[in-house]
Each structure stands twice: as structure tokens, then as C-alpha cells.
């Protein structure tokens, strides 16, 4: 039973740095913009957020120093896709790039820096239920937030005038622009709010999954939580849903080493990154499903005067 509670808990702080991603290129891609340069971005968040506590002491500080570097790296971004109509591929990939290459340099005085004690939380009478209590009601408030966050995207989204605008200048700038919203300015916004939740997945990561700087230590996490957007088709809960069974296949392995279960290191390394390319090869079977649920317009430019 333990182990079982085990499991579950891992997976769902493993699906936290996930999730919180993933809803944050969800507002993005909802707005129309394509940001590849998640991974980058969670690398110099995560670096900022360890930088920060190891220096502060203060965890939150720490989540938003993380924030703040994810808005400024994809502000940054924003500034070139949106009023420059750079490439958006191309300027997410080198974003990406410059992001592993930042953060290495960043890092080097932290790697052997150590972050203080992590205060460990429970639900009171909730912590004690068996094997729901400590897989569910002793995780890290952040594990909370990340369901929190899903159910506010979904409100905001489908319930709100501004989620009707932000989702309509997805579908179909030109109509938006001619009803006399700022395209520039709401996509802009959206790229900011994603970033500023990279920002928070990869200080979330640094600081409280995985307490230590290492470089390249995001390993992948951001492109993961692209390839989340397709497989959710564009919806909070799936995505939510999906972080969490990718973040149990990545502790799937570690149970089953726990519970006498021999498995080569190497397939342990591959199973995070296997699970979403089967995924996504499954689902892309039916093109038309993902047509229908994809914004019209994502990874399209736009140019007012035209």
C-alpha cells in the first residue's frame, strides 16, 4: 500500500513541472503563438529560482524570480514574432538554445551550492486517510496550485469575455482586428503569461522537485509539455490529465526497481520520452480530431495593415 501511495504522490508532483508548463504554451498557442523556446526558458527560470532561494532563503522568492526570468526571456521573444514577424519556429528554437547556453553559464558558481532544509506539507486528518493521505494530502502547495490553475484557465477561457477575445485572436486575428482588438498587444500579454509559467515550472523544478542546480537539468521537460498541448488538443484538464500520466510513466520505472523489478537504467532514460511519441503517433491518426480542436491561426503571422 505504501508504495502504491508512493507511486501515486511522485507522479503527481513529476506531472506538476508538467502541467504548470503546458498551461502556460496553452495561453500561448490559444492566442495563436507557437513558443518553442519552452525548454531554454524553464532552464534560466530554474536557474534564477535556485539562484535566488540559495541566496534568500525564501522558496516563494524563488518561484517568482522564476517567473519573472520566464517573462522576461518570452517578452523578449514576443517582441520579435509579434512586431518584427520573425519566424516563430525558428525564434523558439534559438531561444531555446540560448537558454541552455545562458543557464550553464549562469550556474557555474551553484552547482555545488546547497538549498535550506524544504519544509515538508500535509492536510491535516486528510494526511492520515490510508493510501489516498499521503499520496494526495502531503504534497507541496504548488502540486495544488498546478489544479487550482487548470479549473482558473478553464474559467477564464469559456466563462469570461476576455478568454472569448484571447481564444477569437487565435482562430482569426484579422476578424478580432477588425472588431478593434489590439491583436499585438492580447497576443502579446498571452506570451508573457505563458513565460511567467515556464518561469514557474522550471523554479518549481530547481527548488522543490529536484532541490539542486545541474545543467541541462530540465531534461527535455519543455518539450514535453509542447508535445502535452497536442495530445490535450488544446484543453486544460487534458492537459492536466496528461502531465500526470507522463509524470507517472517517468516514476513508473523507479517502482518497479523498488519493488525488486530488474530494469535496465537505459529503458528507465527512454520511457519519459517514448510515452508522448507514442501518444502523439496515435492521436495523429485522426488528423481531422486535432484540425477541429487546433486555433486556426497558431503559428501564423500577422500583419495589421494587410
Avoid at 518497479?256 to 502523439?280: D, H, R
Amino acid at each position: 500500500m505504501d508504495s502504491y501511495a508512493l507511486l501515486i504522490g511522485s507522479a503527481l508532483s513529476a506531472g506538476t513541472v508538467l502541467a504548470i508548463a503546458a498551461l502556460g504554451l496553452l495561453i500561448n498557442e490559444k492566442a495563436g503563438i507557437v513558443n518553442l523556446g519552452a525548454e531554454g526558458i524553464m532552464l534560466c527560470a530554474a536557474i534564477a529560482g535556485f539562484a535566488t532561494v540559495a541566496t534568500t532563503g525564501s522558496t516563494w522568492l524563488g518561484f517568482l524570480a522564476g517567473m519573472a526570468a520566464g517573462a522576461l526571456l518570452s517578452g523578449f521573444f514576443g517582441v520579435l514574432v509579434i512586431w518584427l514577424n520573425t519566424n516563430q519556429y525558428a525564434t523558439g528554437l534559438a531561444l531555446s538554445l540560448f537558454g541552455v547556453g545562458f543557464s550553464a553559464f549562469a550556474g557555474i558558481n551553484f552547482v555545488q551550492a546547497k538549498l535550506p532544509e524544504s519544509t515538508s506539507y500535509s492536510i491535516p486528518v486528510l494526511a492520515d486517510i490510508p493510501l489516498l493521505g499521503p499520496a494526495l494530502f502531503r504534497q507541496h502547495p504548488m502540486v495544488y496550485l498546478a489544479m487550482l490553475l487548470t479549473a482558473g484557465l478553464i474559467w477564464f477561457l469559456y466563462r469570461t469575455r476576455a478568454g472569448l477575445v484571447l481564444r477569437s485572436v487565435g482562430e482569426s486575428p484579422e476578424s478580432a482586428h477588425a472588431l478593434g482588438y489590439p491583436v499585438r498587444r492580447i497576443r502579446f500579454l498571452a506570451v508573457l503569461a505563458g513565460g511567467a509559467l515556464c518561469g514557474l515550472a522550471g523554479a518549481y523544478l530547481s527548488t522543490v522537485y529536484t532541490p539542486l542546480w545541474v545543467e541541462g537539468m530540465v531534461a527535455g521537460r519543455g518539450w514535453i509539455a509542447l508535445a502535452l498541448t497536442t495530445f490535450a488538443t488544446w484543453r486544460p484538464v487534458r492537459v492536466l490529465l496528461g502531465a500526470y500520466l507522463f509524470g507517472g510513466v517517468s516514476m513508473l520505472g523507479f517502482y518497479l526497481q523498488s519493488t525488486g523489478v530488474n530494469v535496465p537504467s537505459q529503458f528507465l532514460s527512454m520511457l519519459t520520452y517514448l510515452a508522448p511519441i507514442v501518444v502523439l503517433a496515435l492521436i495523429s491518426r485522426n488528423p481531422a480530431f486535432i484540425k477541429i480542436n487546433m486555433p486556426a491561426s497558431i503559428g501564423k503571422p500577422f500583419y495589421p495593415g494587410s
